[in-house]
């Protein structure tokens, strides 16, 4: 009614409203000092290959713990970098860091990174990436570079740019979470991916539900198909890995084998008596 749109216009600020813009502002205060003072760090999960157990590669994923210990998940960060514009900074951080750090892997076991949908949209991208990786020393043949299907709903012109810019560069790119985005096949058929990785609803309820398990079965034979090496996300158990393998995923990931570990603990994981840390020049 009228009356009620009345008492709505003087209304006071909404106090728990406030309260969530506060800490919204701490947050991104918080993230500005993490960022500036190089606290957010990657830190790695092993892929495998299923067939045979070998450790193959690790995926970067980034970590923030604060101060007093608390720590804040990427899909908090992640989003809140994407709106302040830090995205390119963080990412570019976080790259050169993991770059760093697999220097001290043996040559063969290769880093996968990924990168928010709205940087492939920069044409700049595949450079700075180029020339993180010389600045590094880390051959462009032991990236993977992740996306997911967001990054070509997004802007498929551009994403399809930077991916051919990337893999002309020797750079490898896994499309991230299959089967969670709403790009078309279409579409996908006019990327050349190196990698599909199914997402983890998928790998979780295989086992127990027969469409899903059909589902999964049909995404591997659709990468058989076209030449691309599929990877099962989050793979919590034996069961789970036996059904994947039996059914000719060649790569896995999940909780199973290991959870995402700092990188001083990824020597150990490799069985390696230790991994050389280089030092970061600023
Ligand atoms: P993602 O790229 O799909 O990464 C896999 C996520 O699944 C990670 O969560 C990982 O810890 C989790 N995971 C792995 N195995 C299992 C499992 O067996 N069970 C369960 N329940 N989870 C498992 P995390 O680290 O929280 O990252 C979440 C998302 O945040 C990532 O999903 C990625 O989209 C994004 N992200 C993380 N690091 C970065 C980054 O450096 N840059 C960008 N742009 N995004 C990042
Ligand atoms: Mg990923
Ligand atoms: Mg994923
Ligand atoms: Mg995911």
Known sequence: TAKRDGENLVRRV????????????DLERAFRAALAQDLIRPHYQPLIRLETGDIRGFEALARWTMADGTAIPPSVFIPLAEENGLITELSERLLRRACLDAQGWPKEVFLTFNLSPLQFSDPLLGLRIVQILGETGMPPSRLEIEMTESAIVKDF???VKTIRQLQGSGIRVA???FGTGFSSLSQLALIPFDKIKIDRSFTSSCRDNAKQSSMVRSIIGLGHGIGVATLAEGIENAAQF????????????GFLFARPMPPEEVAGYLGLASVERLPLSA
């Open 14 to 25: 909404d106090p728990a409203m406030l309260a969530a813009f506060r800490e919204r502002l």
């Open 157 to 159: 012109e551009g994403a």
């Open 175 to 177: 499309l991230d979470d």
């Open 242 to 253: 036996e059904l994947l393998r039996a059914m000719g995923c060649e790569y896995g990931q």
